[in-house]
Nanobody
């Protein structure tokens, strides 16, 4: 079982940057990792994911060019660098993990088996 803890959230002005980090309790090299977010009153939505070996990186179309996902399997961490933040990026951001069978990717939250508690990101205008 994998336990995930997110950090790095906070309050930032529009146009600013934040770097979120997800620390896992165990080895995550065999897990594909994803970031999701949920704004108040909205459904949880896919942000980005990365394969177990660092390939197969995907982003939600609306976030391409602003967000960058990365992972360090030696440290069992996954990061999300967020630049040019907008007020509409305000949400709770969740890290998630699913076994990586080396095929494709998944933007569906139901595909992920383990979740962190989330970290709040608030972007002021």
């Amino acid at each position: 079982q994998v336990q995930l803890v997110e950090s790095g959230g906070g309050l930032v002005q529009a146009g600013g940057s934040l770097r979120l980090s997800c620390a896992a309790s165990g080895r995550i090299s065999s897990y594909a990792m994803g970031w999701f977010r949920q704004a108040p009153g909205k459904e949880r939505e896919f942000v980005s994911c990365i394969g177990g070996r660092g390939g197969r990186i995907y982003y939600a179309d609306s976030l391409k060019g602003r967000f960058t996902i990365s992972r360090d399997n030696a440290k069992n961490t996954v990061d999300l660098q967020m630049n040019s933040l907008k007020p509409e990026d305000t949400a709770v951001y969740y890290c998630a993990a699913r076994k990586d069978y080396g095929l494709g990717y998944s933007a569906s939250s139901s595909s992920y088996d383990y979740w962190g508690q989330g970290t709040q990101v608030t972007v002021s205008s």
